[in-house]
């Protein structure tokens, strides 16, 4: 198993060298290192009020009704924003064991597989976010909390990161049919 955290440095995606999909490669990788740095923020930040209304109600005995919302939704919109990042350098856990098997030929097929497949996965489920985000929007759904946040904005967190998701995987299987793609 591969888990990423073990390797000195993560390898960088193969990127086709002068074209169009490098270009949009580029572009691609910086906008997903900014989102990394967002939920890096997004985490900071539900640490320190997480840590505030422990210490409000230790201290004071005063309830906060707010955190456990607030801290929630920021753990999604950083769980999904990362998501094609750790795309982009195969950090998922995956399983080597056939890997290290198989012929180099075999595998550029196997991960292509893998991508295509994915790529289905995930567009489906971007689909089905935004459509439950849209659905959200339009009815005025709630928590059901006394802050009673609105609900379009986890799912619009979601159905974006999974969106950003495909798009990466997208890109990726172009990258195949490029004949570039990554072989680990």
């Keep these: 198993m591969s888990h ?51 210490a409000t109600r230790y201290f ?3 309830p906060t009704d707010w955190q456990d919302e607030a801290s929630v939704f920021m753990l999604v919109g950083m769980t999904f924003f990362c998501t094609a990042w750790v795309q982009s350098q195969r950090g998922h856990i995956g399983i080597e ?26 567009a489906f489920f971007a689909w089905k ?12 759904q709630t928590t059901s909390s006394t802050f009673a946040p609105p609900l379009w ?4 967190m979601m159905a974006a990161g999974m969106t950003i998701l495909t798009l990466q995987l997208l890109l990726q299987v172009l990258m195949h049919f490029a004949g570039k793609g990554k072989t680990a």
């Design 129 to 140: 976010a935004w459509a439950l985000c849209h659905e959200a929007w339009v009815d005025g």
């Design 97 to 122: 064991a056939l890997a290290s098997v198989l012929p180099r030929r075999v595998n550029v097929v196997r991960l292509f597989l893998v991508d295509l497949l994915s790529l289905a996965f995930c």
């Design 4 to 54: 990423g955290f073990e390797l000195e440095q993560a390898a960088a995606p193969a990127v086709p060298d002068g074209t169009a999909l490098a270009v949009l490669s580029g572009w691609f990788d910086s906008f997903n290192k900014l989102l990394l740095k967002l939920s890096m923020l997004a985490i900071l930040a539900t640490s320190l009020v997480l840590t505030y209304s422990v």
């Design 153 to 156: 904005i986890p799912y619009s």
């Design 60 to 62: 004071f005995k005063s």
